[in-house]
Each structure stands twice: as structure tokens, then as C-alpha cells.
Nanobody, 114 residues
Framework: VQLVESGGGLVQPGESLRLSCKAS????????MAWYRQTPGDQRELVAA???????QYLDAVKGRFTISKDSATKTVFLQMDNLKEEDTAVYSC?????????WGQGIQVTVSS
């Protein structure tokens, strides 16, 4: 199983980005999904997650601005990021579980700077 992330880049504060994480290979379905982020020198932190269709969970710093979702037909997980702030700058990685194993994306850079 391979996860391919896309949608990162450089934006100005207040702008939006939509990250995508598409799974390919022998993955039956998406049971759980999550997005993490990490900056140099810091620990990786959970940004958004949903497990087995349960309630969506968000890091307090992104509540009201970020939305996690999925398209089961294409086995793609999304992270819509609105009103981006400079402190959102990080490498974002997706995690998908199919109930048998966890799969990680390669990480994608998001830079918010004026």
C-alpha cells in the first residue's frame, strides 16, 4: 500500500490549502484516518483524526479552520485548511488504517508566510 500526498505549498496568511492523501494498492477500506504535522526540532503533533466513523478530533489550534474528510470510493483522505497562519507551517503527513495495518504518507511541506 502506498500513500501519495499532494496539495502542499507556499501561501500567505489567511489563504487556504487542501491536502490530499490517496491510497493505492491492497487497501480494502479506510477505517481510520489522521493528519499529523511536524516542524524541525518539535515533536510530531496530531492535527485531525477520525476513527471508524467516530467523532472528528482536532488540535485546539486548528479547530474551526481545518476539516478532515475522505472519499471512500477513491480511497483518498483530505485536509481542508482555511485561514492559514504562519504557525501552521510544517511538514504534514497522513495516516490511514484499514483495520489491519497503519500506512503513512511521505510528508508534504506547507509554508505560510507573508
Amino acid at each position: 500500500v502506498q500513500l501519495v500526498e499532494s496539495g502542499g505549498g507556499l501561501v500567505q496568511p489567511g489563504e487556504s490549502l487542501r491536502l490530499s492523501c490517496k491510497a493505492s494498492g491492497s487497501i480494502f477500506s479506510i477505517h481510520g484516518m489522521a493528519w499529523y504535522r511536524q516542524t524541525p526540532g518539535d515533536q510530531r503533533e496530531l492535527v485531525a483524526a477520525s476513527a471508524n466513523g467516530g467523532p472528528l478530533q482536532y488540535l485546539d489550534a486548528v479547530k474551526g479552520r481545518f476539516t478532515i474528510s475522505k472519499d471512500s470510493a477513491t480511497k483518498t483522505v483530505f485536509l481542508q485548511m482555511d485561514n492559514l497562519k504562519e504557525e501552521d507551517t510544517a511538514v504534514y503527513s497522513c495516516l490511514i488504517t484499514d483495520g489491519f495495518a497503519d500506512y503513512w504518507g511521505q510528508g508534504i511541506q506547507v509554508t505560510v508566510s507573508s
